[in-house]
């Protein structure tokens, strides 16, 4: 039996050299190699006999191997055997491998998984043998594919893990023991097992569920700790209240929900003990202006400020924005060359840069650090501990609408601010589903809509950069061949003045080419980009009036309602139009409701009770994807993992899972400062 504590040299099977490639890769005992979770299976299960096999099906044979050779066609090396059962026999292939029929001499049973080929050959199958239990590793059951790890072959990193998870025991399975009736979910150590080694699909489900669960618990506990301790340490600078008559000075009224907004942040600045607020509104909604204020009562209480921006981009349009709003202060901008250089002076400052601020943040001892996350909200997890006389309040700024629900049972440390509702005179986006058969039709449109009113621009969303090959994603839109496609059509204008610029950004090109076609995009001398939604995030052209999405049903309602954000940021009328191949009666309801809807967080709320129809956090990169079992449209889970939390709150303060550390090493654990 192993502990999960098990150092890897106790494993059966693992010598001195294979100990010292796992430890190399950071793999060091039991619960390491337990987390090293598969990234898929690969069913093997289905056994036949020779004489039934049928070209191109995964199946698993059981006989004797003859006829065992190795031979040489040109430099490569071939192996070759036949494999003989009570019905027939077939022919067996391997290239380069010539240890496989090292074993094959003895006159054994073998199991053999692989599928025939087209000239009655099973090329590079997979060989184990038979074992009288049936409790095969390789063949003949669900198997687990890992992400590789340098220098160990597939077949003994499985090997090791069968041999691990048929003998885990974890004692300290403390939820299982916590007194809250948990009989309809498996133990952990079983869960681990199947999860490893499932015995068939639904136990990968419950197994999941099951340390999703775990995990789920764990964030919530770790989110009632933070609170704690934020309540605890009492640090920060009380800023006092404005006036209550105070104008704002700015070129606009606030709106109501700002005006609460800042309320509520004014109000938390007030006490010392150190403000931890999320401001969530959408792209627009005027965030900006509300940081900005909060940032100017600070400033007067001669401290210091931070905005740190996700990029560069951001920080330098901020600096400038900002600036205009509030010309009295004193805004910096800081990049990652300047941050190390920048001297620090008493006049009370705004500094707005990337992460490469809080390298500074001991120099600048801000009174109040805020996050503009933009589209990627933080877990809020992260705890490092600068070396700070005092505690800043913390602002988080983020357009992800995380529904309420979740925020209130998961992250009950953040308090929470909405905007939720635009600057008068800002016209919601006209969203379209656009029936197929006016694809190109519309196409034309953008090209007409576009030289109408300059300036404009469009954008078009494909999922994928490349067309799949695999048949459930052909239909899949993709950046590379959308754009050839577009070419071909904008060749032929369908009118002589309505000549269109394309051009194509995707992940893949290198930071040179990105470079080149986002400068050209902002002097807009491109009218149309065709782009994936991950490129895409973070680029603020203010000319931007239509967006398209192709294959729009693969995104969630809130996805989609971010993608709409980025176009009319500067007030125009904007469009949003939505393609899909699919003709399901629920994906067109679904994609009509979100064009009848213009409010991102009852989207969102949507997208939570339809569980499995999307995820709410789609293609954004944020923290909340970084969970590793648990998946927040899973309400009824959450719920549970609330009750639990809260029982062990009571009945088990310490309470830690043993696998803990699985939860918080996915985490960015190291933007929130803490005060010593
Ligand atoms: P966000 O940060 O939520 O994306 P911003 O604060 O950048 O939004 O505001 C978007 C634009 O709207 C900015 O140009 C800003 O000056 C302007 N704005 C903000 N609040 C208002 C308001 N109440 N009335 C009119 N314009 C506003
Ligand atoms: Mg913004």
């Excluded at 942040?265 to 940081?291: C, E, H, Q, Y």
């Excluded at 990337?354 to 943040?361: C, G, K, M, P």
């Excluded at 080149?516 to 052209?541: H, K, S």
């Excluded at 064009?595 to 709320?605: K, Q, R, V, Y």
Aim: charged content about 20%; aromatic content about 6%.
């Amino acid at each position: 039996m192993y502990r999960l504590s098990t150092p890897l040299e106790r494993v059966k099977g693992i010598g001195e050299a294979l100990n010292a490639k796992f430890t190399e890769y950071g793999i060091k005992n039991v619960k390491d190699l337990l987390l090293h979770t598969p990234l898929r299976y690969e069913d093997r299960s289905a056994r036949t006999q020779i004489a039934d096999l049928k070209p191109g099906e995964l199946v698993t044979l059981t006989g004797k191997i003859i006829k065992p050779h190795n031979f040489y066609r040109g430099r490569r090396s071939i192996q070759s055997a036949t494999l003989v059962d009570e019905s027939g026999k077939v022919k067996l292939m391997w290239f380069n491998n010539p240890h496989v029929i090292d074993r094959f001499t003895v006159a054994a049973d073998f199991l053999v998984s692989g599928k025939l080929g087209d000239r009655g050959t099973i090329v590079q199958p997979t060989v184990e043998s038979f074992k009288q239990d049936g409790n095969t590793i390789h063949t003949g059951r669900l198997v687990p594919v890992y992400s590789a790890i340098p220098d160990i072959p597939a077949g003994t990193l499985r090997k090791i893990l069968k041999e691990v998870a048929d003998h885990v025991t974890i004692d300290e399975d403390s939820l299982a023991n916590s007194g809250v009736d948990l009989s309809h979910f498996s133990s952990l150590e079983e869960s681990l097992r199947q999860l490893h080694f499932p015995e068939s699909e639904t136990k990968i489900t419950t197994s999941r569920e099951r340390l999703a669960l775990e995990e789920l618990v764990q964030l919530i506990l770790h989110s009632l700790a933070l609170k704690e301790q934020w309540r605890s340490l009492n640090k920060a600078v009380a800023v006092p209240l404005p006036p209550k008559n105070l104008t704002t000075g700015l070129p606009f009224e606030l709106t109501g929900a700002q005006q609460r907004s800042l309320g509520e942040i004014l109000a938390d600045m007030n006490k010392t003990v150190p403000m931890n607020r999320l401001l969530l509104g959408d792209v627009g909604s005027g965030k900006t202006a509300v940081a900005g204020l909060a940032s100017r009562e600070v400033l007067k209480q001669n401290l210091h400020a931070c905005l740190v921006t996700p990029t560069q981009i951001l920080a330098e349009q901020h600096a400038k924005s900002l600036q205009l709003l509030f010309p009295e202060l004193k805004i910096e901008l800081m990049t990652a060359q300047t941050a190390k250089k920048v001297v620090i002076s008493n006049t009370p400052t705004l500094f707005i840069g990337t992460h490469a601020i809080l390298s500074r943040l001991s120099d600048i001892e801000p009174g109040l650090l805020i996050y503009d996350e933009q589209h990627r909200f933080g877990v809020q997890q992260r705890s490092a501990t600068f070396p700070l006389k005092r505690q800043p309040h913390l602002l988080t700024l983020t357009a992800t609408p995380i529904p309420r629900t979740l925020l209130l049972t998961i992250f009950s440390h953040l308090s929470l601010s909405v905007i939720d509702e635009l600057p008068p005179g800002r016209k919601p986006v006209k969203s379209w589903l656009v029936p197929n058969k006016k694809r190109v039709e519309a196409y034309h449109w953008i090209a007409k809509e576009l030289h109408q009113h300059k300036p404009a621009q469009a954008l078009v969303i494909c999922p994928f950069i490349d067309t799949s090959k695999a048949a459930a994603f052909e239909n899949v839109a993709a950046a590379k061949t959308l754009y050839d496609e577009l070419r071909k059509l904008y060749a032929k204008p369908k009118q002589k003045d309505q000549k269109v610029t394309l051009a194509l950004l995707h992940g893949r090109m290198s930071k040179k080419e990105q470079q080149a076609v986002t400068t050209e995009l902002f002097a807009q001398q491109i009218d149309i980009l065709v782009t994936t939604p991950i490129v895409e995030v973070g680029l603020d052209l203010p000319a931007a009036d239509i967006i398209v999405i192709e294959t729009a049903e693969r995104f969630g309602l809130a996805s989609l309602h971010q993608l709409r954000g980025r176009v009319g940021r500067a007030g125009q009328q904007a469009y949003c139009l939505l393609f899909t191949p699919s003709t399901a009666e629920n994906v067109t309801e679904r994609l009509t409701k979100f064009c009848e809807t213009t409010n991102g967080l009852e989207l969102a709320e949507q997208d939570l009770q339809r569980r499995g129809a999307g995820d709410i956090f789609g293609t954004q990169q944020h923290g909340l994807d970084q969970l590793v079992f648990a998946n927040w449209t899973n309400l009824e889970l959450v719920t549970q993992a609330k009750r639990l939390a809260d029982h062990l709150i009571q009945t088990k303060p310490s309470w830690q899972s043993p696998l803990a550390e699985l939860f918080s090493a996915h985490r960015n654990d190291e933007q929130i400062p803490l005060a010593n």
